[in-house]
């Protein structure tokens, strides 16, 4: 059973930055993808951005292109997610996820479906 504790999110306003970690842990092969999620009140969950944590390919919303980068460390066992010249609209809880599997197209990295493990979230709230 995959294990994930977010942490790093918080108050920023408009135009400044925050940095989100995921720490996965409990499990026997090291997940092929990660990613994180976003929901806001009233919005269905979305991909933000995903990584395969074997070759380092990486996948971003169209919304964050840009503005966030994923990156993973793998000797912590820790995803990161940096956001840059965040927007009022970046407000959301913020949702790590894990997949054992890669998905069969890379069009699923960001799809809810391609995941079994989540962290219980951290909130960012963006202010204007």
């Known amino acids: 059973q995959v294990q994930l504790v977010e942490s790093g999110g918080g108050s920023v306003q408009a135009g400044g930055s925050l940095r989100l970690s995921c720490a996965a842990s409990g499990y026997t092969n090291r997940p092929n993808c990660m990613a994180w999620f976003r929901q806001a009140p009233g919005k269905e969950r979305e991909g933000v951005a995903a990584i395969y944590t074997s070759s380092g390919s990486t996948y971003y919303a169209d919304s964050v292109k840009g503005r966030f980068t994923i990156s993973q460390d793998s000797a912590k066992n820790t995803v990161y997610l940096q956001m840059n010249s965040l927007k009022p609209e970046d407000t959301a809880m913020y949702y790590c996820?894990?997949?054992?599997?890669?998905?069969?197209?890379?069009?699923?990295?960001?799809?809810?479906?391609?995941?079994?493990?989540w962290g219980q979230g951290t909130q960012v709230t963006v202010s204007s």
């Open positions: 996820a894990a997949a054992p599997f890669l998905p069969l197209w890379s069009s699923q990295a960001l799809a809810v479906n391609t995941y079994n493990f």
